[in-house]
């Protein structure tokens, strides 16, 4: 007995330190979007980070992109489900994470889902995010690319919660002179309108929108945004530009800081932190692959 227990504990020894070795054979992540071919511009890598933000923010989900060369000798299917779990995507037990994984070599996608996730993105739908991305990879539209298929993905995730990703920005209110003549009709005409603009026309599915900076603000003057708006039931798509109020500048000198991909907002030079929701998430198996 003593014999069998002792060769049974090495065996757990030796299948342990082979797991942690191979976990230790992945690319250690850098914030939620990680390219590490170069496919992705500083703005692009920004504007994709900034987007799976919100979406953490206001659903609990997590995504996060790797783009890899290749897949180390294992098909997607493997290398996203041990990459999923080496980086540990979403919170332990909560699981809602989806991984998107591009290897430029083999030229695979693959989306690995959370346990947590699949009700909201089943295979059939995971498959449908990638559909979406692929026309754009072909062209080498890299950033594009992950862009549609984020934003569909986190279509899904809203409509599951209810919720818009990106708020309507809230009206301004009435001057009191005015109170006593536009009480009760405009009210109600501005909720309805308010309500029409969150419908799709073509299906009146609840849309999810989010906003893309086309040119960025500064000090100076202001800058430009794209507000996306996105049905999740029948892929309707529409685009607003609107103009954002210039920046200012806090106490001191020091430029206004933005949230970011990692925890406390903005990267930290000279540390190493976890990406946000990053915290021991599995996954479930679940997911689609593609080629391109």
């Not at 330190?17 to 979007?33: D, F, I, M, Q, R």
């Not at 511009?41 to 919100?54: C, G, K, N, P, R």
């Not at 209810?162 to 005015?178: D, I, K, R």
């Amino acid at each position: 007995m003593k014999r069998a227990a002792g060769i049974m504990a090495l065996v757990s020894f030796l299948v342990l330190a082979s797991w942690t070795s191979v976990l230790a054979a992945y690319p250690e992540p850098k914030g939620n979007v990680n390219d590490y071919v170069g496919i992705l511009t500083d703005a692009q890598v920004q504007e994709l980070e900034s987007f799976v933000d919100v979406v953490l923010s206001k659903t609990g989900a997590t995504f996060a992109v790797a783009i890899v060369p290749d897949l180390g000798g294992e098909t997607a299917a493997e290398y996203a489900v041990h990459l999923f779990e080496a980086w540990g995507i979403g919170k332990a037990g909560d699981d809602r994470g989806l991984l998107i994984l591009l290897s430029t070599e083999t030229r695979d996608v693959r989306a690995e889902v959370g346990y947590g996730l699949e009700p909201d993105i089943t295979d059939a739908r995971a498959g449908r995010i990638l559909d979406e991305m692929l026309p754009f990879f072909r062209d080498e539209k890299w950033g594009d690319g992950f862009r549609a298929g984020l934003e569909m993905a986190a279509g899904f995730v809203g409509d599951e919660f209810g919720t818009a990703l990106v708020e309507e920005p809230t009206p301004s209110p009435f001057p009191l002179y005015a109170l006593g003549l536009l009480v009760g009709l405009p009210i109600a005409l501005f909720g309805y309108l308010g309500l029409r603009a969150r419908r799709c026309p073509r299906c009146g599915a609840r849309m999810s929108s989010m906003d893309r900076v086309v040119a960025p603000a500064s000090l100076a003057a202001g800058g430009i945004a794209l507000r996306i708006l996105m049905c999740p039931r029948c892929g309707y798509r529409e685009e607003r530009e609107r103009r954002t109020p210039r920046l200012r500048a806090m106490p001191g000198g020091r430029f206004p800081m933005g949230p970011g991909p990692m925890v406390g907002g903005g990267r930290t030079s000279g540390r190493s932190i976890r990406p946000r929701g990053f915290g021991g998430g599995r996954s479930g198996g679940g997911g689609a692959g593609r080629k391109f």
